[in-house]
């Protein structure tokens, strides 16, 4: 197979890690031919390092959208970017895979996923953690009826970004509602993962305590319903001290009918039954991790594979929840998912 040739907009940052993956793990399948960022010094940079010429580097994505031709188009800017990007990306004949969350508003994300339906073209976001050996394991215990029926999930965000910039970039402290775009839109993907629902209800709380090094709301409580009558809850903090569930250490405790699971950091199971003895295990490893696995379901997709599960037509139900969860931290009021999504075709 050809490899496939790719229009990469982003170059550093988490497209700086994308650009590094491709080339270590995926150097026999992608190859990028154009790269498009606004910053000079990173285009110079990341283009000696690809072999670009001067011609194949933009500090325009709408330009090198219109220029490159090439097969897949993939995006790693900051949120705002993703959907104008991804609009010129397909309109352009491309498919695009990009990272979450799909875009900075709903409106913005349903031009997206109509772009995608209009054209016809594959369109796929970044879940990066639903790939790990311990969520898997945890999908088969549900599947497979290991403990009976699904109750209710609890989930568990918490980073000690309590000093200014320890989340890497400015924007990320300075925007609004940064838990629920930069962290939440994964915790509550997972939620729906785990749960095997998608989300009917959703309310909940946001607050921003005074020693926060977020412009806005730090932290919050939201809960949600789903349509298979599992429930669940979300405890976000990313002004956390002492008891620390950061990155790939999330902790989700599921309750079901005989029995209790825990994960967190590593590929550790904690199996909880009635009248029985703890019982912990390594859960089994997975072929791909993370962002691996997205670039190989996607190209599976592209050589005619099945769609990706996190294809935009999907994930978008796990982006209404930060809506939803912005929604009701303002006003309040329990959010119907419905009411969000109802115009679309999904
Ligand atoms: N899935 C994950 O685990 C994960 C982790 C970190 C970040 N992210 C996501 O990755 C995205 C980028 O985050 P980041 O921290 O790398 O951001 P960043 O600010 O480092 O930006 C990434 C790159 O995009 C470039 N860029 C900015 N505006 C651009 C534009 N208009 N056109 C072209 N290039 C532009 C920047 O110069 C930079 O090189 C965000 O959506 C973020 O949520 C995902």
Redo the contacts with the bound molecule.
Sequence with gaps: MAKHTCLM????????GWIREFRSDFNDRIEIVGL????EN?LKAQGEALGLSSSQLFT??NEACASVKADFCGI????Q??SP?AIAAMENGMPVIC???IADTLDAAKAMLRTSQNTGLPCTI?Q??RYADNKQELIRIRDENRLGRLQHIVGRYACDYRKHLSW??L??HEMDFGLL??ASV?HLDMLRFLSGGDCETLIGFGWNPEWSSFKHYSSGYYLMRMDNGVHTSYEGNSSAAGIINC?RSEYYRAEFEQGTVEIAGGNQMTVHRVGGEKEVYEAPGIRYH??LYLFDEFLNWLEGGEPSDTRIEDNIKSFALVIAAMETTVDGEPKHIADLLGNLNL
């Excluded at 907009?9 to 700086?16: D, E, N, R, T, V």
């Excluded at 498009?36 to 910053?39: F, G, I, S």
């Excluded at 790693?76 to 949120?79: F, L």
């Design positions: 907009i982003g170059g550093s940052g988490k497209a700086g498009a960022d606004v910053k990173v325009d994505f790693a800017t900051p949120p970017f993703h990007a990272e979450k969350p970044i990066n953690y890497g970039k924007w990320r775009f930069e994964h990155w993370g962002h």
